[in-house]
């Protein structure tokens, strides 16, 4: 079993910053990949971008590649996403989300724990 708590969300500007932190509970964290997602207010659930259990590889969604950054500190049971130059469209709540294995897949169906989520809002 593994619990997640994501941090980190706020308001910001469009072009700004915030960092996301998701700690993961469990002495088996090296053992999952990890993910992150959002959903906007009348949107399904997106996939934003994923790591190696790792930490090796990373993959990301187009609409942030370039601006967000996944990364994870496996001694501290922590997968963080640095999001920069954000956009109005951005605006969502962002889930950590972790599945057994190596690779992190894009699919939300396939992650087997999932955080309680933490709100971003861009205003323009």
């Known amino acids: 079993q593994v619990q997640l708590v994501e941090s980190g969300g706020g308001l910001v500007q469009a072009g700004g910053s915030l960092r996301l932190s998701c700690a993961a509970s469990?002495?088996?964290?090296?053992?999952?990949?990890m993910g992150w997602f959002r959903q906007a207010p009348g949107k399904e659930r997106e996939f934003v971008a994923a790591?190696?259990?790792?930490?090796?590889?990373?993959r990301y969604a187009d609409s942030v590649k370039g601006r967000f950054t996944i990364s994870r500190v496996n001694a501290k049971n922590t997968v963080y996403l640095q999001m920069s130059s954000l956009r109005p469209e951005d605006t969502a709540v962002y889930y950590c989300?972790?599945?057994?294995?190596?690779?992190?897949?894009?699919?939300?169906?396939?992650?087997?724990?999932w955080g309680q989520g933490t709100q971003v809002t861009v205003s323009a």
């Open positions: 989300a972790a599945v057994r294995g190596y690779y992190g897949p894009s699919t939300s169906s396939q992650y087997n724990y």
């Open positions: 790591i190696t259990s790792n930490g090796g590889s990373t």
């Open positions: 469990g002495r088996t964290f090296t053992s999952y990949a």
